[in-house]
T-cell receptor, first 114, second 113 residues
Framework: EPEVTQTPSHQVTQMGQEVILRCVPISNHLYFYWYRQILGQKVEFLVSFYNNEISEKSEIFDDQFSVERPDGSNFTLKIRSTKLEDSAMYFC????????????FGPGTRLTVT | GESVGLHLPTLSVQEGDNSIINCAYSNSASDYFIWYKQESGKGPQFIID?????DKRQGQRVTVLLNKTVKHLSLQIAATQPGDSAVYFC????????????FGTGTLLAVQP
């Protein structure tokens, strides 16, 4: 069964450093998402991406965040200058066109900012 | 405002019993609801969904009930098994041109053997 994959599984970085979290969505999916989950809290939407552009973003997704689909398979989330409060589990998800509700999630990348 | 909340943070059941996990949502404009299961160290896994024009939908061992009058959603798991132990989230999507999932806080289901 196809699945969303994410790398790395755990990323430790120092405050102020840039990080790139990588995702490979399911191959025939057209909508891509990033969510995050701070430890012990609910999953929060960050951004959705379709047709090579951001279709929706939350207030969390400020100028420090960016997304890119550099090729036909990868989908990345960049945090330009990490803060302590960016420490969280970051989940990538994808869905087929017209079935946006059925979003398939990856296993997540745990980001720890020290 | 946008909020989806759960009544019970922890639910403990005996193996073989039926489980009912509840969720309240506040936005009457929501037209799509999903239940996700999250096992430790994994991402949310889709279980079942329901659209606002329905009040019940059944899957394999799971049933979702939607009561739009009181903005309540529930997930029923029949014959609960140890493998069902996880955190369960309800999520909603508002009507219109959005695919953003709004998650609730989660209920931990603990199945006792």
């Amino acid at each position: 069964e196809p699945e969303v994959t994410q790398t790395p599984s755990h990323q430790v970085t120092q405050m102020g450093q840039e990080v790139i979290l990588r995702c490979v969505p399911i191959s025939n999916h057209l909508y891509f998402y990033w969510y995050r989950q701070i430890l012990g809290q609910k999953v929060e939407f960050l951004v959705s991406f379709y047709n090579n552009e951001i279709s929706e973003k939350s207030e969390i997704f400020d100028d420090q965040f960016s997304v890119e689909r550099p090729d036909g398979s990868n989908f990345t989330l960049k945090i330009r200058s990490t803060k302590l409060e960016d420490s969280a589990m970051y989940f990538c998800a994808s869905s087929r066109q017209g079935e946006a509700g059925e979003q398939y999630f990856g296993p997540g990348t745990r980001l720890t900012v020290t | 405002g946008e909020s989806v909340g759960l009544h019970l943070p922890t639910l403990s059941v005996q193996e073989g019993d039926n489980s009912i996990i509840n969720c309240a949502y506040s936005n009457s404009a929501s037209d799509y609801f999903i239940w996700y299961k999250q096992e430790s160290g994994k991402g949310p896994q889709f279980i079942i969904d329901i659209r606002s024009n329905m009040d019940k939908r059944q899957g394999q061992r799971v049933t979702v009930l939607l009561n739009k009058t009181v903005k309540h959603l529930s997930l029923q798991i029949a014959a609960t098994q140890p493998g069902d132990s996880a955190v369960y989230f309800c999520a909603e999507i508002l009507g219109g041109a959005t695919n953003k999932l709004i998650f609730g806080t989660g209920t931990l289901l603990a199945v006792q053997p």
